[in-house]
């Protein structure tokens, strides 16, 4: 059973309408259609909200919904891949500083280069890895 419709059996269970709803949770009406018909799901503040007011636990409300489960993993794995402060992006800039500040010739352009590869291509091969990673820790 999807989340929505999991949302919307136990309102109805409370016997209360999606106004009522609403106005206990201090959200919009249309947020709380959203919810009952997938088009949307609430942020984790409701979803804990919804939990007490229906006296379920956050897992009994989503256990059932693979595809949030999915979007809860997704939206994770695009946090922990939007960090530049990492050692890869760090030693990128340091290469190109490097090669701005020495003078070798081309071994120095060759430096820059690379480091400006790397600053480039970081955020890919941050997200390759960490797929990889999660792929390769599934099994």
Known sequence: MELG???????????MSREE??????VSRQAVY?????????DIENLIKLSELYEITLDELIKNDHTFQKKISIDEDKKKCN?????GFQIGL?????????????FSDGIILLG????????????????????????
């Open 5 to 15: 419709e999991q949302l919307q059996k136990l309102r109805e269970q409370k016997n």
């Open 94 to 106: 340091l290469m190109i500083l490097i090669g701005l500040f020495t003078d070798f010739g081309a």
């Open 83 to 87: 960090d530049l402060s990492g050692p």
């Open 116 to 139: 400006f590869l790397v600053v480039a291509f970081y955020e890919d091969l941050k997200k390759t890895f960490w797929n990889f990673k999660k792929d390769f820790t599934k099994q």
């Open 34 to 42: 959203k919810w009952e018909n997938n088009k949307g799901y609430p």
């Open 21 to 26: 709803l609403a106005q206990k949770m201090n």
